[in-house]
């Protein structure tokens, strides 16, 4: 079946720091790949997605691209501010189309960014 | 402010009751969805509904019951079936007829069995 899977947590990093958050995943034909953001007390939102291979999304400074010949989406910022500090859900849709009710989500990785 | 408001943000229940997870949305969105959110597990989805008066089972839909009697609200019930029912539960919306995959969520309810 479908599955995603992220680097376990927690990740804890400087300001300023390079962000890098691994994501691969599990997939028949061609889904199409996100990251949602979770903060502290609120729901999800979505950050950025990709459709098709080659892709990057980005939103915020963080980017992702779709890698299909290594089945990844990784999630990066080149420096991170402590409002980023969040849990961070890797996520796919079954169907290429990118339909929200066939999503599969990643276990999360917490981010903390120290001043 | 358009949104998604759950309530209650809190709460506790003692073994063997049933309880009610309200959900509103008022984005003018079709689709509406009840996700569990387990420490380290990620999310898992329990109900989905595309239209009024219609919902279909998700992946854990066992113990839970749901209604979508109005656009705007798609109340879970927590029934005393479900085996482990403390969890964080998240209620999203999305535009059914524009489905990009793009989820709205609200904010959660923390349901706490004692």
């Known amino acids: 079946g479908n599955s995603v899977t992220q680097m376990e947590g927690p990740v804890t990093l400087s300001e300023e720091a390079f962000l890098t958050i691994n994501c691969t995943y599990t997939?028949?034909?061609?889904?199409?790949l996100f990251w949602y953001v979770q903060y502290p007390g609120e729901g999800l939102q979505l950050l950025l997605k990709?459709?098709?291979?080659?892709d990057k999304g980005s939103n915020k400074g963080f980017e992702a691209t779709y890698r299909k010949e290594t089945t990844s989406f990784h999630l990066e910022k080149g420096s991170v501010q402590v409002s980023d500090s969040a849990v961070y859900f890797c996520?796919?849709?079954?169907?290429?189309?990118?339909?929200?009710?066939?999503?599969?989500f990643g276990s999360g990785t917490q981010l903390t960014v120290l001043p | 402010d358009g949104g998604i408001t759950q309530s209650p943000k809190y709460l506790f229940r003692k073994e063997g009751q049933n309880v009610t997870l309200s959900c509103e949305q008022n984005?003018?969105?079709?689709?509406m969805y009840w996700y569990r959110q387990d420490p380290g597990q990620g999310l898992r989805l329990i109900y989905y509904?595309?239209?009024?008066?219609?919902?279909q089972k998700g992946d854990i839909a066992e113990g839970y019951s749901v209604s979508r009697e109005k656009k705007e609200s798609f109340p879970l019930t927590v029934t005393s079936a479900q085996k482990n029912p403390t969890a964080f539960y998240l209620c999203?919306?999305?535009?059914?007829?524009?489905?990009?995959?793009?989820?709205?969520f609200g904010e959660g309810s923390r349901l706490t069995v004692l």
């Open positions: 999203a919306s999305s535009i059914a007829g524009r489905d990009t995959g793009e989820l709205f």
């Open positions: 997939a028949t034909g061609y889904p199409s």
């Open positions: 990709a459709t098709k291979a080659d």
């Open positions: 996520a796919l849709s079954r169907i290429s189309s990118g339909s929200a009710r066939q999503l599969t």
């Open positions: 984005l003018n969105h079709d689709a």
């Open positions: 509904s595309q239209i009024v008066n219609d919902f």
